[in-house]
């Protein structure tokens, strides 16, 4: 049976309010204006499902989102952007989860989370047959799903693997959250795990970020992606150990980037490409949606991405053992 999606997305899907960048946050009592508020869809999984959509894949969506105007306005957005929403399923108990995101300029960004409906999710929503007409499978946000286990989360993958079908996982960490009792056990499943430095510093212990990613292989993870915002990416797999730099761009927004980088990435997998210009891909997507606000707005198209990534080389190096 051949695969009717490029990539089966799972995970957390989340509504957004994002301010444009202010000069500082107000005091107790205090008010500060800022020129725009923006809604719009976030969680890993839902940006992950629009941006590889842009980029011309076809993408399924697998959530949990409450029977609230968030939630209807959500699926009415994924099914604008061609998101296939055939397996987004609706709580009768729940919100939907929602963040504000406030931007600080010269600041990294705050976030204020409402885990809602997500906190239901369990992927058990996902049959064997929905993750075999898949060619990848995603599995965004593990961490802030309480009701994804890392034996679901396992079940998952094992289905994948069993049909050839790649497995990428990310996660989001809560604060003063234990994780390697419920990630260590899912990374020998996962082909390829992305991460941003701050969190594979809480997950390893490690503050250099190759050595972040030489433990995620030692944990399991097949290939560790270990993005670093302005300083680049540094990818490890039995193929390649490399370190990519970044393009220079104006930041605006910096919600989604990670997100757009694995779009990005798992486009030129998908597309046949070899690590090297599927990281260059990754990057190309992550600089395109800081320029604007929100997780998915502001992000390259196929051709745009390409004709980007053509015109504008990029510094990939490889990096030696340690």
Same mark, same amino acid.
């Given at each position: 049976m051949s695969a009717s999606l490029d990539c089966l997305c799972a995970g957390i899907i989340v509504a957004d309010m994002v301010c444009q960048p202010i000069a500082k946050l107000p005091p107790a009592g205090g008010l500060t204006k800022t020129d725009r508020i923006e809604f719009s869809i976030g969680g890993c999984s839902a940006n992950m499902a629009v941006d590889m959509v842009r980029l011309g894949l076809t993408v399924g969506l697998s959530g949990r989102v409450g029977q609230d105007l968030f939630g209807r306005e959500i699926r009415d957005r994924l099914n604008?952007?061609?998101?296939?929403?055939?397996?987004?399923?609706?709580?009768?108990?729940?919100?939907?989860?929602?963040?504000?995101?406030?931007?600080?300029?010269?600041?990294?960004?705050?976030?204020?989370?409402?885990?809602?409906a997500n906190a239901e999710y369990d992927g058990q929503e996902l049959t064997e047959e929905a993750i075999r007409q898949a060619k990848s499978l995603f599995v965004g946000g593990f961490g802030l799903m309480e009701s994804l286990t890392a034996e679901r989360a396992i079940r998952l993958f094992q289905i994948a693997r069993?049909?050839?079908?790649?497995?990428?996982?990310?996660?989001?960490?809560?604060?003063?959250?234990?994780?390697?009792e419920w990630l260590t056990p899912v990374l020998p499943w996962t082909d390829f795990f992305f991460c941003n430095n701050d969190e594979a510093g809480r997950i390893t212990g490690q503050s250099d970020p190759v050595r972040q990613a030489e433990e995620? *292989?030692?944990? !399991? +993870?097949? =290939?560790? $992606?270990?993005?670093?915002?302005?300083?680049?990416?540094?990818?490890?797999?039995?193929?390649?150990?490399?370190?990519?730099?970044?393009?220079?761009?104006?930041?605006?927004d910096g919600t989604g980037t990670g997100d757009a980088f694995a779009s990005g990435f798992l486009f030129g997998l998908l597309r046949g490409e070899g690590l090297r210009?599927?990281?260059?891909?990754?990057?190309?997507?992550?600089?395109?949606?800081? *320029?604007?606000? !929100? +997780?998915? =707005?502001? $992000?390259?198209?196929?051709?745009?991405?390409?004709?980007?990534?053509?015109?504008?080389?990029?510094?990939?190096?490889?990096?030696?053992n340690s």
């Open positions: 604008v952007s061609n998101v296939d929403t055939g397996r987004l399923e609706f709580s009768p108990t729940s919100p939907t989860s929602s963040t504000f995101v406030l931007n600080v300029r010269g600041e990294d960004r705050r976030f204020i989370h409402c885990v809602g069993q049909t050839g079908v790649a497995t990428a996982l990310n996660v989001v960490l809560p604060e003063n959250t234990e994780t390697m995620l *292989r030692n944990f !399991g +993870a097949k =290939t560790a $992606v270990v993005t670093q915002g302005d300083r680049g990416v540094v990818l490890i797999s039995p193929e390649a150990r490399l370190r990519a730099g970044v393009y220079s761009v104006q930041p605006v210009q599927s990281l260059t891909f990754g990057t190309a997507m992550g600089a395109s949606c800081v *320029r604007s606000m !929100g +997780a998915t =707005t502001g $992000v390259f198209n196929a051709t745009e991405l390409i004709d980007f990534v053509r015109n504008h080389p990029l510094s990939i190096e490889s990096i030696g």
